[in-house]
């Protein structure tokens, strides 16, 4: 009986282990409880994992100042928007009190629309659709919108004078993919960018991108912009290569994290530009901090996934610090919600990884600046 007892205490204890990520809190005083929802295995699992880890660094480093502190769980959602609610209710089980949403633009569309009804506040490090935070008034992103990423890159492309004829290919059953490809055709009009070809492609046939590779070199483009996520873009860089078709190519948030992509040539990525709230190679106190730390901890250069980990988990703990103790651990979700609101929608101004003087507007939409890097040498450069 005795070793029943002893077996049955390991095995919680165990499990206590695993369920918990980012440093222990300290005992007593009682701790928030934040949670958020990702692909931590699948296609998608570097940007649930980047997050994840991203974030789990910020908890480690706010509890080990023995002030507020913290407790994070993540749960895998595969990139999946029905396994992502029923995530999100597994932390509710476990009484999260501050949600980090989800991780990608489809599962945040639906975690989003719980966490309003739930009045639970979120802070989504990267997911990016206007619908994720439209209509919602505790629901705040770190990322930029897609519409300002698609406005915002073809207004990089004229400025710089990137591109003569110019491809787009984009993914017409995405929410991410699809609403960055809209505004950045409109500003592209509006700034005389001349666009040549206009292809898509879907879930189901992204593995394939001959016909819109063929469409684009018939017709001269020598700059493609790929609104997407890094995996389809791995492939269409690779069969660019197989015919000798090599434009240049300009991307958004969604390809960080093609380097760090399993059996891809690298080599093949040379050159590619896109624009992202975080750059690894700037020289400021914070992010030189923040690379050092995490490459220590997870042997690696974060990305912006990770730095909007980080930040999402700093500006919460920042805020939490702006109430000047009107926010507290005892307090359940709901009036942790709205007093986040109002700081969030007040005058809260916020210094992290991924910007500084950064603040939110009444849709819950980020203001900061983006950078732009391109590939050079199998790492991200400042340009």
Request: charged share 20%.
């Amino acid at each position: 009986m005795k070793k029943v007892i002893i077996m049955a205490l390991v095995l919680l204890l165990a499990v206590t282990l695993v369920a918990c990520t980012g440093a222990e809190p300290k005992a007593g005083g009682g701790a928030f409880k934040i949670g958020g929802t990702g692909p931590l295995t699948g296609g998608a699992a570097i940007y649930g994992n980047s997050v994840k880890q991203g974030a789990e660094l910020a908890v480690a480093e706010i509890n080990a100042l023995e002030g507020i502190q913290l407790q994070l769980r993540y749960q895998d959602d595969e990139h999946n928007a029905e396994k992502a609610v029923n995530a999100y209710n597994a932390l509710k089980d476990w009484k999260m009190q501050i949600s980090l949403s989800s991780v990608t633009t489809t599962p945040g569309i639906a975690t989003s629309k719980e966490s309003f009804d739930d009045r639970m506040f979120g802070l989504t490090p990267s997911a990016s659709s206007t619908a994720v935070t439209e209509g919602k008034d505790n629901i705040f992103q770190m990322c930029f919108a897609d519409p300002n990423q698609g406005s915002a890159s073809a207004q990089y492309i004229s400025n710089n004078n990137l591109a003569t004829k110019i491809a787009v290919i984009y993914k017409n059953d995405d929410a991410y993919s699809k609403g960055i490809y809209e505004t950045f055709e409109i500003t592209a009009k509006e700034l005389a960018l001349e666009i040549v070809s206009i292809t898509t492609f879907t879930e189901d046939s992204q593995t394939d991108f001959s016909v819109q590779i063929t469409d684009a070199q018939s017709k001269g483009a020598d700059f493609i912009f790929l609104p997407m996520y890094y995996t389809p873009a791995s492939l269409i860089f690779k069969q660019c290569d197989t015919i000798g078709y090599r434009p240049k190519f300009f991307g958004v948030d969604g390809m960080d994290g093609i380097l760090t992509l399993e059996g891809f040539d690298i080599g093949l990525a040379e050159g590619v530009m896109l624009l992202t709230p975080f750059s690894a190679d700037a020289t400021d106190p914070l992010t030189k901090n923040f690379v050092t730390k995490y490459n220590e901890k997870y042997g690696e250069i974060p990305n912006q996934f990770a730095a909007g980990g980080y930040d999402s988990v700093y500006a919460i703990y920042k805020a939490i610090l702006a109430s000047d103790g009107d926010i507290a651990p005892t307090m359940g979700h709901a009036e942790i919600c709205e007093k986040l609101i109002a700081i969030f929608n007040g005058n809260f101004v916020f210094d992290g990884v991924t910007g500084t003087g950064v603040s939110w507007d009444s849709n819950g939409q980020v203001s900061k600046d983006p950078k732009a890097v391109v590939i050079k040498n199998g790492e991200y450069v400042g340009m």
